[in-house]
């Protein structure tokens, strides 16, 4: 399941959110050439890589920041771009500029914490955006619960965009990550399941200042969990390949 887009267009530009995908990239691009598995990789992970051990014994808080800049692998940051390009305008919209910025580094370096209470005496570097990203789904699910997400469904060769609303599709996200943390050992690598839930509720809780001006419950009512402005309207394009007729024998 990928989502591809909702259908909750900002009014504004989103400076922030395409400003932190371009130095993501920038970052990652630049960093590129020293992840090949070298002496200068390993230099680079413990200079600026989230190592739970480290920051357990006082060191190295700058890497609750840093390491949100830094990627594993294309698919790594391209998912990771996804989720901020479709997610995060429309938290920028409501927060404003600076105040998205915020939100944003303290969704991930909540995320980073809470990764490392899970796992405190970890040596295993861990890097990603999807911390900050995952408190920004948290933060859109508290304002947009019945927002439409369109989900691009893979099965073997099946496929099939699906609109749900936000709270199924965020919702199944947040549960997976939660049973998946479960039965992780987050001190062995691999995905950070806790960083990713734990993002994902502080997220949520940041947000609630903001959903409260709004009229907390009442703002709901209003809107029905769904975006006050109209939804945007999406059509597949016919394709101009012709169609060949079937011969019968």
């Known amino acids: 399941m990928f989502p591809i887009r909702d259908h909750n267009p900002s ?35 413990y200079n600026w890589a989230l190592i739970p051990a480290r920051l357990s014994q ?53 995320a980073g914490l809470i990764h490392t209470m899970a796992a405190p005496w970890s040596p295993v570097p861990t890097v990603g955006a999807s ?6 789904m948290g933060g859109y699910l508290l ?19 699906l609109p749900l609303p936000a709270w199924a599709m965020l919702g199944l996200w947040f549960a ?4 998946n943390g479960v039965g992780a050992d987050p001190s062995m690598g691999g995905v950070a399941y806790w960083a990713h839930a ?11 200042p903001l ?16 975006p006050e402005h109209p939804e945007a309207k999406y059509q597949l394009q016919r394709s101009n390949i012709p169609r060949v007729p079937r011969r019968r024998r």
């Open 58 to 110: 006082g060191d190295a808080y700058h890497t609750l920041v840093t390491s949100m800049f830094l990627h594993g692998g294309f698919m790594h940051i391209a998912g990771n771009m996804l989720f901020l390009w479709i997610f995060g305008d429309n938290l920028e919209e409501d927060m404003g500029h600076l105040g998205f910025l915020a939100f944003y580094l303290a969704g991930g370096i909540g």
């Open 11 to 45: 009014q504004k530009t989103p400076v922030v959110a395409y400003l932190l995908i371009a130095a993501n990239v920038l970052v990652f691009l630049g960093t590129l050439p020293a992840m090949d598995g070298s002496a200068a990789t390993a230099s680079l992970l």
């Open 198 to 208: 734990g993002g994902f509720i502080v997220g949520l809780v940041l947000t609630i």
């Open 131 to 136: 911390g900050a990203i995952a408190a920004v």
């Open 176 to 179: 997976l990550q939660l049973f």
């Open 143 to 161: 304002m947009y619960p019945r927002a439409r997400v369109d989900v691009l469904i893979i099965i073997v060769v099946f496929f099939r965009i």
């Open 211 to 226: 959903f409260l001006r709004r009229g907390g419950p009442r703002y709901w009512r209003r809107t029905h969990g769904k």
